[in-house]
């Protein structure tokens, strides 16, 4: 059987004494795109964080790709850890000047060794990230003059150009128009039907019962429920998730959901 | 970013600026020399009165001034990194401060020149452990705490200078206020100084790509594989280090930390090549070692006999060229 590139075993998360889940088993396969889904301050961001070892969990396993974390993430493991998985964050920073190509090729650090500079190898498939968020033609592009969306386009181009097989996205969508928002979530499909496994936090289950074949719901009280969308995204659950009534619509096979 | 070849040829330039800044700095002077006594004199052999001047007083010198520029730059542009700032300088964290009061507190006591310096270095020292020890209090390392650690030491040292300088005798004073303005003439030899840039950089150069990172934030760069808290340990306790061995040589010179490091990244701005500090960290301490040797140069000879506190012409160009630089960047700082 193939090691999973995630695995948690009786994992507990806590922030600031804020217990956020307990007892977490689960499994990520290569191929399989999951949604996390749960209200605000459910701890669905902390939750990711920790899933790629950028903080402690308080107790528990936690593997990728088989390396036990918070361990393998830190020291001499970090760079090799970074080739593996990767991780979108929800800000993006830009206090320096710096081109949108310097800004994708960054995503090539880890596969750099300490004397190399980027190669035509790496610029190629920086190009092709930016290709692929349609970014092309912004290479020469300021950073700090992009839009909102741009920027957020950027920053998944980047996490593309790292290569990972895990992807960790926390709020891929933010900033992004509808057209967009589509883009990226069949983007993030293709590279899962590539053998990649997509883990992303969403805010609408819509989307996530669209694109994702499995979720996770975090419902902020310890509690939690893992498996197949279809099963698992259902009006019951997300009306006891969000604490609203929310009501099911249907038009050929998608399903989307709005508020009572 | 710039191509390794083209970072390679900026560097061979500047390294011939900086040639070209430590010739200048040999030639001029109140006493004339030829260009052959700068040759007998480099070439190690002993000659009239301008070889002797050029060996015994103007190559040490100029060597501890580049040095001493070329610290401070690198320093500067490591402390930018670390507090992701582009407006931080050597001195935000407290370092010059502690220094001041360590070489303040030798001249009241009257001590050596020797000494001084010693106590300069101890008190800069002190300054950045006690920032460390304060700002890493709970372990969490925050740029916040950091800086208003560094920004309250700094204040503490500064009324401890004022407090000084008001009951120091009359003949301490002239001392004293060169020693705070930054000045050359009291460097008694540019070894420790140069042998210290290139630690620095030799440290630096090989966690160049580690600090681009870094400078994009922490997050990114945990996640891209770098050991955030031991590289910014690492860059604050280097870039501490360097400071000290500048105001050790030369006392709080100012302005080079800052601009030196805005100037060489505007310049790689325009060519294209944004903030790479594989090439910014080697290019500030070749531009900040020679902007350093010129202003020193000009500061003992543009009203020769009277020599100048270089400090007081760094400060003088700085200040028009920083507010020049600001008011071309409006996007930086939204």
Known sequence: MNTPLLQTTRLEVNIGGHRICRDLDWRVEAGESWAILGRNGAGKSTLLATLAGLRPQQSGGLRVAGLALPHASLGAGARAMARVRGYLSQHQFDPFASTVMETVLVGRHPHLGRWDWESADDRRIAEAALNELGLNGLAEREVQTLSGGERQRLAVAQLLAQEPQLLLLDEPLTHLDLSHQVAVMELLTRRAAAGAAIIAVLHDPGFAARYCRQALLLFGNNEWLAGPAAEVITAANLSRLYGHPLRELGANGDRWFVPC | ?334
């Open chain 2, 1 to 334: 970013m710039p191509t390794r070849r083209r970072a390679l040829l900026s560097l061979a330039a500047l390294i011939g600026l900086a040639l070209l800044s430590l010739l200048v700095a040999l030639a001029a002077g109140s006493l004339p020399v030829s260009a052959a006594d700068v040759l007998c004199a480099l070439s190690g052999n002993t000659g009239g009165l301008a070889v002797e001047v050029i060996n015994g007083l103007r190559l040490p010198r100029a060597l501890a001034a580049f040095a001493c520029g070329g610290l401070l730059a690198l320093a500067g542009t490591l402390m930018q990194v670390l507090l992701r700032n582009p407006l931080a300088d050597p001195y935000v964290l407290g370092i010059s401060g502690g220094a001041a009061v360590g070489a303040l507190s030798a001249v009241l006591a009257g001590l050596t020149l020797a000494l001084m310096n010693l106590a300069a270095f101890a008190g800069a020292l002190a300054a950045m452990l006690l920032v460390f020890g304060l700002a890493h209090g709970d372990s969490s390392w925050t740029r916040s705490r950091l800086l208003l650690t560094g920004v309250i030491v700094a204040a503490g040292c500064g009324a401890i200078v004022a407090l000084i300088l008001s009951v120091a005798p009359e003949e301490g004073l002239r001392g004293m206020l060169f020693w705070l303005m930054g000045d050359l003439g009291h460097a008694i030899s540019p070894w420790p100084a140069l042998a210290t840039l290139t630690l620095g950089l030799v440290v630096t150069l090989p966690f160049a790509r580690e600090l681009n990172l870094l400078s994009r934030g922490d997050t990114l760069a945990q996640a891209l594989g770098v050991s955030v808290k031991q590289v910014k340990r690492g860059i604050y306790v280097l870039a501490s280090l360097l400071t000290a061995v500048a105001v050790t040589t030369a006392g709080s010179i100012g302005f080079i930390g800052l601009v030196v490091p805005h100037l060489v990244r505007l310049a790689m701005i325009r060519l294209g090549w944004g903030n790479d500090q594989r090439l910014l960290l080697p290019a500030s301490a070749l531009f900040g070692g020679s902007l350093l040797v010129l202003a020193d140069t000009l500061a003992r000879t543009v009203i020769a006999p009277q020599q100048l506190p270089v400090g007081v012409l760094t400060a003088l160009l700085g200040v028009p060229v920083f507010l020049f630089l600001l008011g071309r960047q409006p996007h930086e700082h939204q």
